[in-house]
Nanobody, 118 residues
Framework: QVQLVESGGGLAQPGGSLRLSCAAS????????MSWARQAPGKGLEWVSG????????GYADSVKGRFAISRDNAGNTLYLQMNSLKPEDTALYYC???????????RGQGTQVTVSS
């Protein structure tokens, strides 16, 4: 059974940083691309970033390019999202998603809340 558990969210000031983690289990993590997606209050689900199984290829939404960095530890079955230069519009529930697809169609976790406010 696929299980994805996100952590690392919280309150950050504009310009600040947070690092999200996602602990994966129930499937062979190193064989799958992975993504982060987010949902802001009153808005739809938005793909944020993705990474290939070996970590060699990454992709980002235009809204976070240059500020966020996705990475993975295949030995530890963990996905990361380093978020820098945070903006209030980054406030959302962030999900770890199995698969690399901007359609965000894969299994996802329960999410971790990120709030950017002064």
């Amino acid at each position: 059974q696929v299980q994805l558990v996100e952590s690392g969210g919280g309150l950050a000031q504009p310009g600040g940083s947070l690092r999200l983690s996602c602990a994966a289990s129930g499937f062979t993590f190193r064989n799958y691309g992975m993504s982060w997606a987010r949902q802001a209050p009153g808005k739809g689900l938005e793909w944020v970033s993705g990474i290939y199984p070996d970590g060699g290829v990454t992709g980002y939404a235009d809204s976070v390019k240059g500020r966020f960095a996705i990475s993975r530890d295949n030995a530890g079955n963990t996905l990361y999202l380093q978020m820098n230069s945070l903006k209030p519009e980054d406030t959302a529930l962030y999900y770890c998603v199995k698969g690399y697809s901007s359609a965000v169609s894969g299994t996802r976790g329960q999410g971790t809340q990120v709030t950017v406010s002064s």
